[in-house]
């Protein structure tokens, strides 16, 4: 999917997180993305941030990153 | 069957605990006290005679016709106006009052008409009742002198008889059979609250008139049917009871328009519905009803309703009638096609709000087990996800805390973002009945709307800028927490007491005072910290709120800030307090909890979970996917992407309701196969491949849940017209994917569900039958429903404050979009107007229209009434403005019912942060003088006209 949406739509989540400062705010982004998005979306994601991850702010990126690590997505079916 | 008979008791039931013994005609009866003599009789079985006493509303005792002795005092009470008290001896039935009775009936009916033969209440009259039970059988003083009953008395006109009003499509008035018994201004006063009917004149000359001796439609009426239903005589009658005659059966059935969820009885003459009236014994609505559930069912007979299913290979194709089992595999094939290319994520549906919880769940069995992926997802995505996720992180589950009855107990009520009196009118006039008892109410919108605006009721208005939510809830917290109001005992007790003290010190920001954030919300301090303390202070506080909290980029933020309102005030756990979100469409509670979005199960359990999705792959006999699926927004991007190119759509009107049209429009061309399943060919089924014809609420068995969670029952008055109940179409879709799912009956399905879902555990069709409704949760540990969540602890175990800093919204104005559109609903109109516009209700709006402030409005050279185009980064439309301070300057404000106007053309992509809830409310935009359509309105219609047309049978050979 669109890398710029789902960019705008990691930041947005990451500006709710914010607020509640790095250690909280990394993992929350993460678990958000974890629950609320289809595979697809994750592995577009997954794809910009080893692109270079332009776009996504700090604690976002982190989040993105850690989640790969601890995502095994199914190949698209 | 039979006719459900309500008896009337005559006046309201006392709400005491004390009870008052006395006699009556000989029987000990025991009635709480305060309540009168004459609904103490009729529970002992000996009815009084009446005229203008009714249980809806408060006794009057203007006909004299319900007098009674009473041993030891003086003359001949009226029962409805005098109390019980203990020791009464009372006789309803005496020599003297016999007399006395039948000389009130004569003079009644020395002044009405006696064509009681012909007479549209023939069958269905008090006064011919009474007549009859006093034993009139003269009238000896003839009919020659003044009356209001002949349009001529002696060959002179009779300037006394007015003809009939029959300006109410659905009602009419005939004031020559009136008897001024006045149950009709009081229940428009009483029960709806809007003031609209007063007698006018006094003694002979008094007469009911609607305004100021206005017609009915040019009146405040807002048509509800309380008064028609309370009147005794054929003055106010349906006109569909003049039409057809009165009814021989009748079966109590759910509203399906708002989430408010009124009981009705549907009475019938064999399979035609004759009228439908509210229900007393239903528990949401309590024996009221609007505009909509009680009238504005002729949809369900419209002629375009569509019978039979249709095809098409391509969207510039006519469609095709053909037999259901041609439908269900051309669907099949399409979508098995797309699987087969694209993958087995490439398809999905959408269940519908509107729908019953049984056929919801059968649609995301389908999606889950059948698609084999878990893209389903509801209506309720656009309106309130934001709830779900809000309300789920705070309290731990996500449902309104109360029951509407609680609305009787409360001190202060709170209504944001959402205006009852049009989108919920039923509850509105609950709550304004508790307002005109002296309850405080504070009204957090960017319009005066007609809560602010309704008589006796005196509101704290907060008119803030739309998308400033975040910023006035936190400046509420900011006030209760710095002026030390926060209810400690209970935040101690029941809350997280660190997440509490974190959440404490950020309100408590200077930067987060009402003086702060003045220049962002445009609210004045003063207003605004009077508004906290009263809530917080003031009594039991509750919370309303609707989809102006959800539909924004911090829906769901917001939906956290009122929780901790409520925990830090304590106001939670106790009848007359709690959040309640109001619910849009009648099932969306039901939807949500029917498993229908995406992440989640029946019962809002993680699809990830091992343990709960193990259980319904066991009962299911099929492996589940553990991974969240699409939502709506996400499906339409990855259709755009070429990802997503199938879907189910049940009962709901994509096109229309969801924001930024010609995205959906990219997003539905893409698809190659679309399956429509509703009543009419609607907007989205411009784009559809496959009609498959829907059902309405009268031709099928199942449940709806309502705002309350309140699960009631939907019962089948009507042969389907289109062959099937939608449940039995989704089965038939299902089986020619090769997913068979068998049920003989919704309540197989409801069984199926309280076995999987630990909420619904205790709710089965009998327990229904028996109850009348139950609220969810429902199980062991509360075999008969939950009225009031969170009692004894929350359903998360402690409350979670959640820190909720305000982030505007990427939608801003600036010198090409000066204005703010901000959205919302009309009373007459129902969501996308789908319905209600094809029914008489088209009188009260028959059209979209452009509330815009004097002030932006002249800088634009813009008059009542002219056409004006509205335009923003999205799009642009064109619709006729109407100049109103109601709206702020530099707000303007529309409804969205008509696809004429498309509302969604403006509206654009943004969307909640933790949801993907459209941001409806709040455009930037910019108003224009206009001279007609739109392009894009006109390239529409074209393409509707087009698209909508169904080929001609071919000659049987």
Request: charged share 20%.
């Amino acid at each position: 999917m669109s890398p710029d949406r789902l960019i705008y739509m990691a930041n947005q989540i990451g500006k709710f997180f914010q607020s509640q400062g790095h250690d909280k705010a990394v993992p929350g982004i993460a678990e958000h993305i974890k629950k609320f998005w289809d595979p697809r979306m994750k592995r577009a994601i997954f794809a910009h941030l080893d692109a270079g991850g332009a776009g996504l702010e700090p604690n976002v990126r982190e989040a993105i990153a850690s989640l790969k690590q601890t995502t095994a997505l199914p190949t698209a079916p | 069957m039979s006719l459900i008979e309500e008896v009337d008791l005559g006046t309201p039931r006392s709400k005491s605990e004390t009870m008052v013994t006395l006699t009556i005609d000989g029987k000990q009866v025991s009635v709480p006290e305060g309540t009168s003599i004459m609904r103490a009789a009729m529970e002992a079985g000996h009815q009084i005679p009446k005229l203008c006493a009714t249980d809806m509303v408060d006794a009057f005792g203007s006909c004299r016709l319900c007098l009674v002795e009473i041993e030891g005092r003086a003359g001949t009470p009226a029962s409805c106006t005098t109390p019980v008290m203990p020791g009464l001896v009372v006789h309803t039935q005496t020599e003297r009052l016999k007399t006395l009775r039948k000389g009130v009936m004569e003079l009644y009916i020395s002044d009405h008409p006696l064509d009681c033969l012909t007479c549209g209440a023939n069958g269905d009259c008090e006064l011919q009742d009474m007549a009859g039970a006093v034993g009139l059988r003269d009238v000896r003083y003839g009919y020659e002198g003044e009356n209001h009953v002949f349009a001529k008395s002696n060959s002179e006109v009779n300037a006394a008889w007015m003809p009939k009003d029959e300006s109410n499509p659905y009602f009419t008035y005939d004031p020559s059979k009136c008897i001024v018994c006045s149950r009709c201004v009081r229940a428009c006063e009483e029960v709806q609250g809007t003031f609209a009917l007063t007698i006018s004149g006094r003694g002979f000359d008094s007469r009911v008139s609607p305004g100021m001796s206005e017609s009915f439609l040019g009146s405040e009426c807002v048509s509800c049917g309380a008064c028609v239903q309370a009147c005794p005589t054929a003055t106010l009658t349906e006109k569909s009871v003049i039409e057809i005659g009165q009814p021989e059966h009748s079966v109590v059935t759910t509203c399906a328009y708002c989430g408010v969820g009124c009981a009705f009885k549907a009475e019938m003459r064999g399979e035609e519905v004759v009228r439908m009236v509210p229900y007393k014994d239903g528990k949401a609505n309590r024996g009221h009803s609007c505009v909509k559930g009680r009238f504005a069912w002729g949809y369900t007979n419209h002629k375009e309703r569509i019978l039979k299913p249709m095809i098409r290979e391509r969207i510039e194709d006519p469609w095709r009638e053909v037999s259901w089992d041609e439908a269900f595999s051309f669907a099949a094939t399409k979508m098995r096609g797309i699987q087969k290319k694209y993958g087995r994520d490439a398809i999905g549906g959408i269940t519908s709000s509107r729908c019953t919880n049984e056929e919801t769940y059968l649609v995301q069995k389908l999606i889950r087990a059948g698609f084999g992926n878990n893209n389903v997802d509801t209506c309720a995505r656009v309106c309130h996800s934001p709830t779900g996720y809000g309300l789920a992180t705070t309290f731990g589950t996500s449902a309104g805390t109360q029951d509407f009855d609680s609305v009787e107990e409360t001190d202060v009520v709170v209504v944001i973002g959402a205006n009852p009196a049009s989108a919920h009118p039923v509850f509105a006039s609950r709550l304004k009945k508790r307002l005109r008892q002296g309850a405080k109410l504070i009204v957090i919108d960017p319009r005066r709307t007609e809560m602010v605006e309704s008589p006796h009721v005196k509101a704290l208005h907060l008119p803030l800028m739309p998308g400033t939510n975040v910023a006035v809830m936190t400046a509420l917290a900011h006030v209760i927490v710095t002026e030390g109001l926060v209810n400690e005992a209970f935040v101690r007790e029941r809350c997280d007491w660190s997440e509490f003290e974190e959440w404490a010190a950020f309100v408590a920001q200077p930067n987060n005072s009402p003086e702060a954030t003045a220049i962002l919300t445009g609210v004045d301090p003063k207003v605004l910290r009077e508004a906290a303390r009263t809530y917080a202070t003031g009594g039991n506080g509750a919370i309303y709120y609707g989809l102006g909290v959800t539909e924004h980029s911090q829906g769901s933020t917001t939906v956290m800030a009122i929780a901790n309102l409520a925990m830090a005030t304590g106001n939670i756990g106790r009848p007359g307090v709690g959040v309640n979100p109001l619910r849009g469409q009648n099932n969306v509670q039901g939807s949500c909890d029917m498993g229908s979005f995406p992440h989640e199960l029946p019962g809002y359990r993680h699809i990830a979970g091992d343990a709960v999705r193990e259980q319904f792959e066991a009962l299911w006999n099929v492996k589940l996917n553990p991974e969240p699926g699409l939502r709506i927004p996400n499906m339409f991007d990855a259709a755009v992407e070429g990802t997503f190119m199938g879907l189910y759509v049940q009962g709901e009107d994509i096109l229309q309701s969801d924001p930024n049209t010609s995205h959906v429009v990219a997003a539905l061309s893409a698809m190659e196969c679309v399956i429509v399943h509703d009543l009419f060919l609607n907007e989205t089924a411009n784009y559809a491949h496959v009609f498959l014809p829907g059902s309405s609420f009268l031709e099928k068995d199942g449940t709806f849940t309502n705002a309350e969670r309140r699960i009631q029952r939907v019962r089948k008055v009507v042969t389907p017209k289109n062959g099937m109940a939608d449940w039995e179409v989704t089965i038939g879709l299902a089986k020619a994917m090769g997913f068979e799912m068998n049920y003989n009956h919704p309540s197989e399905i409801m069984d199926e569900i309280a076995a999987l879902t630990p909420t619904f555990a205790g709710v089965s069709y009998a327990k229904l039958e028996e109850l009348g409704s139950v609220q969810w949760p429902c199980n062991e540990k509360a075999p008969e429903g939950t009225p009031v969540m969170h009692i004894d602890g929350f359903v998360r175990g402690k409350g979670k404050f959640v820190v909720t800093e305000y982030v505007a919204t990427d939608e801003r104005t600036g010198p090409r979009y000066p204005l703010l559109l901000t959205t919302g609903r009309i009373l007459s109109q129902y969501n996308v107007g789908a319905q209600t516009r094809r029914t008489e209700n088209v009188v009260w709006h028959a059209e979209d229209r452009l509330e815009i402030h004097p002030h932006d409005a002249e800088q634009r050279g813009v008059r009542d009434g002219d056409w004006v185009r509205l335009k923003s980064r999205a799009g642009e439309t064109t619709l006729r403005a109407e100049i109103t301070d109601r709206v702020a300057p530099g707000v303007v404000y529309t409804t969205f019912h008509h696809p004429d106007t498309q509302a969604n053309v403006i509206t654009t992509d943004y969307s909640d942060w933790a949801t993907n809830c459209p941001e409806y409310k709040v455009t930037a935009v910019q108003v224009s003088p206009s001279n007609g359509p739109s392009d894009w309105q006109k390239a529409y219609d074209a393409q509707a006209r087009h698209s909508r047309r169904i080929a001609p049978a071919e000659a049987a050979e």
